[in-house]
Antibody, heavy 122, light 108 residues
Framework: QVHLVESGGGVVQPGRSLRLSCEAS????????MHWVRQAPGKGPEWVAV????????YYADSVKGRFTLARDNSKNTLYLEMNSLRVEDTAVYYC???????????????WGRGTLVTVSS | ESVLTQSPGTLSLSPGDRATLSCRAS???????LAWYQHKPGQAPRLLMS???SRATGIPDRFSGSGSGTDFTLTISRLEPEDFAVYYC?????????FGQGTKVEIK
């Protein structure tokens, strides 16, 4: 069974940090670019960031650039999102998502996790 | 950035009805790089369609996608009980992929 399972969400004060993880199973993790997508309450999804299959290329949405950092450990089939200087507007469910095509390709997703909730509040 | 506007916001229908969901982009979507997802509460989103009209693996043929340019449609020919959910479109042809705000298909 192919799965993505996110963890690490919680309640955090503005300005603090949080690290999310996404554990993959059932497919060759090292072959695929991986993304984070978030969804704030009552809004549509928002793309956050992508890391290439080898972990050498990263891109970020302007809203998180300079504050969020992606990493992946292909030996552990795990994706990470380090979130620093968190803001109230970062409150959302964070999903990891797998690109549909190997190595590189159009950025749509054939596998998502169930998400982990991050709440930024004082 | 291409803004995607989905309509209607909510569709109230009965099992067996036909559902027509619209997704309009503020910019031309090259290569018809438009995907549709289904999302049920507490579950992972599910890819239905890519390239505007190509069904993903395992998606029943009651789901169909159409459109090009800036106007796209997802049609569910006969609603099954498991189809009541929120549906999102996503464009991935213009830099910074974007999603619509969703259409909720609810039981009438």
């Amino acid at each position: 069974q192919v799965h993505l399972v996110e963890s690490g969400g919680g309640v955090v004060q503005p300005g603090r940090s949080l690290r999310l993880s996404c554990e993959a199973s059932g497919f060759t993790f090292s072959n695929y670019g991986m993304h984070w997508v978030r969804q704030a309450p009552g809004k549509g999804p928002e793309w956050v960031a992508v890391i290439g299959n080898a972990g050498t290329v990263e891109y970020y949405a302007d809203s998180v650039k300079g504050r969020f950092t992606l990493a992946r450990d292909n030996s552990k089939n795990t994706l990470y999102l380090e979130m620093n200087s968190l803001r109230v507007e970062d409150t959302a469910v964070y999903y990891c998502a797998k690109e549909a095509h190997k190595y590189a390709g159009p950025w749509y997703f054939d596998l998502w996790g169930r998400g982990t909730l991050v709440t930024v509040s004082s | 950035e291409s803004v995607l506007t989905q309509s209607p916001g909510t569709l109230s229908l009965s099992p067996g009805d036909r559902a027509t969901l619209s997704c309009r982009a503020s910019q031309y979507v090259p290569n018809n790089y438009l995907a549709w997802y289904q999302h049920k509460p507490g579950q992972a989103p599910r890819l239905l369609m890519s390239g505007a009209s190509s069904r993903a693996t395992g998606i029943p043929d009651r789901f169909s996608g159409s459109g090009s340019g800036t106007d796209f449609t997802l049609t569910i020919s006969r609603l099954e009980p498991e189809d009541f959910a929120v549906y999102y479109c996503q464009q991935y042809g213009v830099s910074v992929q974007t999603f619509g705000q969703g259409t909720k298909v609810e039981i009438k």
